[in-house]
């Protein structure tokens, strides 16, 4: 499902893929935009970012920028 939360596009992901850190497991639930990016490599700041947040079974979140 695709939203505008009004602070951003968001998109849900009902049944996502996951990521293991540190033996816990986190399952996609959503990713999101920033515009302009909210990190900078090197110094550079880009027109666009993509957040991916994934939620452990204890609510404990884990986001990959």
């Known amino acids: ?4 939360n009004g602070h951003t596009i968001q998109v849900d ?6 990521v293991t850190l540190d033996g ?3 399952v996609l639930k959503q990713f999101h ?7 900078t490599i090197d110094g ?8 991916f947040v994934h939620a452990a079974s204890d ?5 990959v920028g």
């Not at 499902?1 to 505008?4: G, K, L, Q, T």
């Not at 992901?13 to 996951?18: L, T, Y």
């Not at 609510?59 to 986001?63: K, S, Y």
């Open 44 to 51: 550079k700041q880009f027109p666009l970012e993509v957040h």
């Open 1 to 4: 499902m695709v939203v505008n």
């Open 59 to 63: 609510g404990e979140l884990a986001v």
């Open 24 to 26: 816990k497991d986190y």
């Open 33 to 39: 935009f920033h515009h302009p990016s909210e990190h």
């Open 13 to 18: 992901v009902p049944a996502g893929g996951s």
